[in-house]
């Protein structure tokens, strides 16, 4: 009985010593190069149009810097991630077996870079900040969506005189690599001053049919030393493995904030739910809101319990997050005179700011050590 317990305590003691191993995977490092140096992602829906916004050089100014209220200028976001899920004929970049083909892809990158919208917008706005002598310590990182090859047999296109068939995964790879190359001789070509190209994001949020292609994706952009990103929902197949995938960084979606969590009365400790799953996993976090926090006080609510929760697991100190504003949101908040949003829109700004602060102090010690 005794060597039966002996043993029981010893099992007992290893489960828990495994679990806690598991726990010190922790969450990635707040700025480092896992991830490209990016402390503050946000995510632009810019393809659209009919948008909240246009992602206009006015309008980017919101993303861009915050403007206290004695006039000075303080650099937010550090990274943008430049995405869309709908073309303009409504088919999807994401996950339909009507998912849009090569024309759809190349609209979508027109869009993209346009000039004076989105990426050319947020170089401008630099450029200007730089004749008032105001500059960030480090330039501003753009992450570019590709397209989900999404399995089908749709005749996607055409590259290099071969028809690509999506139910073949060397022509999804092959589709993939096209868009890669096409976007990245795009930015090469614009010669941005204040902006580079960090990397490539995967569109589709989970991995049900891509298990042969994202890895194969992943080393080709390693090839070109460029970082893979994803950010996959709630309890998404395959979060857990994202490192698998070929990811260099992940975020994990919390789904809180959102009208289906409202109606199925998904708790704010959903919240500490994907800290915890995260922080297991080695992924970074996502806040998210949306529009509804400027029509209803239920979502301003739940925009506060990510900051409280947020702050309570530790994320704003040490960890990389990716901003889900709905598309547009965060501008909307930004010019908004409503004296239930200006606080939370400047609290989160403040934030943001702190975080930058602490971002730049350990870039500087990088390039003093190199």
Not at 7 to 12: E, G, K, N, W, Y
Not at 105 to 119: A, D, K
Not at 293 to 315: A, E, I, R, S
């Amino acid at each position: 009985m005794k060597h039966f317990f002996a043993l029981f305590v010893l099992a007992l003691l290893s489960c828990t010593a495994l679990q806690a191993q598991e726990k010190e995977k922790g969450f990635p490092p707040m700025f480092s190069e896992q991830n490209g140096y990016i402390t503050d992602m946000c995510l632009l829906y810019h393809g659209r149009y009919n948008a909240a916004v246009t992602y206009d050089k006015e309008c980017m100014k919101s993303y861009v810097y915050y403007t206290d209220k004695k006039g000075k200028k303080e650099f937010l976001y550090d990274g943008f991630l430049i995405l869309e899920i709908v073309s303009s004929n409504g088919s999807s970049f994401e996950n339909s077996e009507k998912n849009a083909n090569q024309k759809e892809w190349q609209w979508l990158m027109n869009r993209q870079f346009e000039e004076g919208y989105g990426i050319s917008a947020i170089n401008d706005i630099l450029e200007d900040l730089s004749k008032e002598n105001i500059n960030p310590e480090r330039k501003r990182k753009v992450v570019i969506s590709i397209p989900m090859p999404y399995y089908s047999d749709n005749v996607w296109g055409e590259v290099n005189g071969e028809k690509l068939v999506m139910n073949n995964d060397d022509h999804r790879i092959k589709a993939a690599k096209w868009y890669i190359n096409e976007a990245e001789k795009r930015f090469k070509e614009k010669n941005y001053k204040h902006i580079e190209l960090a990397g490539f994001y995967w569109v589709f949020e989970k991995n049900i049919d891509a298990g042969n292609v994202m890895p194969v994706v992943s080393t080709y952009l390693d090839s070109k030393d460029y970082y893979f990103y994803w950010i996959p929902y709630f309890w998404s197949k395959g979060a857990k493995e994202w490192k698998e995938w070929g990811f260099d960084m992940a975020y994990y979606q919390p789904n809180y904030f959102f009208v289906k969590s409202t109606k199925r009365g998904v708790p704010p400790t959903r919240i500490d739910e994907a800290c915890d799953f995260a922080r297991t996993n080695g992924l970074a976090m996502e806040f998210e809101f949306d529009g509804n926090m400027l029509k209803d006080t239920l979502y301003q609510t739940k925009f506060k319990h990510y900051v409280d929760h947020f702050t309570k697991n530790g994320v704003f100190d040490n960890v990389p997050v990716a901003y889900y504003e709905g598309g547009g949101y965060w501008n909307k908040i930004a010019i908004s005179n409503d004296p239930n949003i200006i606080p939370l829109y400047r609290n989160l700004s403040e934030i943001i700011i702190k975080r930058q602060k602490k971002a730049d102090k350990m870039w500087k010690k990088i390039q003093k050590n190199r």
